[in-house]
T-cell receptor, first 115, second 113 residues
Framework: GAVVSQHPSRVICKSGTSVKIECRSL??????MFWYRQFPKQSLMLMAT?????????EQGVEKDKFLINHASLTLSTLTVTSAHPEDSSFYIC???????????FGPGTRLTVT | KQEVTQIPAALSVPEGENLVLNCSFT??????LQWFRQDPGKGLTSLLL?????REQTSGRLNASLDKSSGRSTLYIAASQPGDSATYLC????????????FGSGTRLSIRP
């Protein structure tokens, strides 16, 4: 089946620094990737949708200048949390689709802790 | 705007019982509906996916149904086991596989030995 990986799986950073999370489709070309965040004991909330080669579309309330998304190739999307603060600590999950399949494939998630 | 609701928020049952988890959605124009399992601190495991044209899907002890007209889906777990303890999420997808997935708030299931 289709596999999506994320790197790193866990990251701790200091407040004010930036951190980059990678999402890769390992055995298919992902025309569209999605980024979600999940706070403890809450559900997944969509942050943004990115299509290869174009700007990401952000959901209402998500700051595009704080959460930079790049989808430069058909197998890689990155999420950069800029000037991270403790309230950005969360579980970030990506998903990907090749557009022709009937489902999205989810990565294993990245646990971000900002101290 | 699609809203997905899951009840109950938490459920605890003794091992061996059959149980039903409920999911409702406000917009019936969905592409598919999917049930996931999430263990604490982990990612998502896809359990069952029901296309909009289908009524149900089965995998082992799991059976998921879909009633678009009433905006409801159920996940039936037969002969529950302690290993079934996890959070179960349902999610609806819009008009295509490149559409947004909207997640419910989840049901935290605990199976008592």
């Amino acid at each position: 089946g289709a596999v999506v990986s994320q790197h790193p799986s866990r990251v701790i950073c200091k407040s004010g620094t930036s951190v980059k999370i990678e999402c890769r489709s390992l055995d298919f070309q992902a025309t569209t990737m999605f980024w979600y965040r999940q706070f403890p004991k809450q559900s997944l909330m969509l942050m943004a949708t990115s299509n290869e080669g174009s700007k990401a579309t952000y959901e209402q309330g998500v700051e595009k200048d704080k959460f930079l998304i790049n989808h430069a190739s058909l197998t890689l999307s990155t999420l950069t949390v800029t000037s991270a603060h403790p309230e950005d600590s969360s579980f970030y999950i990506c998903s990907a689709t090749d557009g022709g399949a009937n489902e999205q494939y989810f990565g294993p998630g990245t646990r971000l802790t900002v101290t | 705007k699609q809203e997905v609701t899951q009840i109950p928020a938490a459920l605890s049952v003794p091992e061996g019982e059959n149980l039903v988890l409920n999911c409702s959605f406000t917009d019936s124009a969905i592409y598919n509906l999917q049930w996931f399992r999430q263990d604490p601190g982990k990612g998502l495991t896809s359990l069952l996916l029901i296309q909009s044209s289908q009524r149900e899907q089965t995998s082992g002890r799991l059976n998921a149904s879909l009633d678009k007209s009433s905006g409801r889906s159920t996940l039936y777990i037969a002969a529950s086991q302690p290993g079934d303890s996890a959070t179960y999420l349902c999610a609806s997808m819009g008009y295509s596989s490149a559409s947004k997935i909207i997640f419910g708030s989840g049901t935290r299931l605990s199976i008592r030995p």
